[in-house]
C-alpha cells in the first residue's frame, strides 16, 4: 500500500531529478574538455552551474529525452564551449597547469601571460610577437564578450571591449555597465 505524498514533496522530487540531470551533463562537458577542473569533481560541476546560472537571461532545463538545453536570452548556448570558457577564465575552478599544457600542446592560443609557465615560452613569444603584444595580454585570461552579454557587461569589461564590439552598444547597455564593477 502506498502513500500519497503531498504536492510540495513531489515538486521536491521532480526538482531534485533536475538538479542530479544537470549536473550529470555538466560532468560529462568536463569529460570532453581539455581544461581540467581544481578539486572535487562534484564541487567544480556545482560551481560550474552556479558561473551558468549567475548569467542573467541563462535557463537551464532537461529536455523530454533527458538532454540538457541551455538557452540565454531564449538563444541555444554551446554547453561545452560555456564551460570551457569557465574553466579558462576562473582560476577558482579550472587549472591553470591543464591550461598551460594545451597552449604548449598548441590547442590553445595564448590570451594571457599566465599561458605561458617558462621562460622559453616566454622568450619564444616575445621573439615571435613582440613586446608590444606581451605587453597587451593580461595576466590572467578574461573573459571573451559576446553580444548576448551586452545587458550584463560590467565596466571592466566595457573597457576591455574592441572598438568594433563597443559601437554595437547602446546608450543604455554604456551606461548600465559603467554602474557595475
Known sequence: MTTPHSSEHETFVVEENRRVKIEGAISRTLDASKIKHQGERADAVRAIVNKLQEVPGTELRVSDRNWLVATRNGHPLNLQGEVDNILLTDRSIGDAT??????????????????????????AFLAKFGYSAWARLPQHRQVEVTEDMFDTLTAAQLKNLPLKMKVKLTEKQISDALRRR
Open 98 to 123: 591543464s591550461v598551460q599544457a594545451a597552449v604548449a600542446a598548441g590547442e590553445l592560443d595564448v590570451r594571457a601571460k599566465s599561458d605561458l609557465s617558462t621562460a622559453a615560452q616566454k622568450s
